[in-house]
Nanobody, 122 residues
Framework: QVQLVESGGGLVQAGDSLRLSCAAS????????MGWFRQAPGKEREFVAA????????YYADSVKGRFTISRDNAKNTVYLQMHSLKFEDAAAYYC???????????????WGQGTQVTISS
């Protein structure tokens, strides 16, 4: 089992930056790829970014490429999502996920956190 706890969400203005964190506990963190997904009200959960076990490979949704950066610190069992130039359409609950393989389909990830809310104001 892997337990994931997200933090760092909040209310920001359009154009601002925000950094989300996801702390993992349980099994060996560095064994897992990590991902960030988001879900806005009335919409399906969608892929945002993912990183492989070492941090050497990263993947992004086209909608966030160039604005968001995923990173991990295996010594701290934590994965981060640095978000810049936030837009209204970035508002959502953000979830981190863990699994052995990277996929853009949320149903293929085995472990999930409870989510952290990101709200964008004008």
């Amino acid at each position: 089992q892997v337990q994931l706890v997200e933090s760092g969400g909040g209310l920001v203005q359009a154009g601002d930056s925000l950094r989300l964190s996801c702390a993992a506990s349980g099994r060996t963190f560095s064994n897992y790829a990590m991902g960030w997904f988001r879900q806005a009200p009335g919409k399906e959960r969608e892929f945002v970014a993912a990183i492989n076990w070492s941090g050497g490979d990263t993947y992004y949704a086209d909608s966030v490429k160039g604005r968001f950066t995923i990173s991990r610190d295996n010594a701290k069992n934590t994965v981060y999502l640095q978000m810049h130039s936030l837009k209204f359409e970035d508002a959502a609950a953000y979830y981190c996920a863990a699994d052995y393989h990277i996929n853009t389909q949320p149903e293929l990830w085995g472990y999930w956190g409870q989510g952290t809310q990101v709200t964008i104001s004008s």
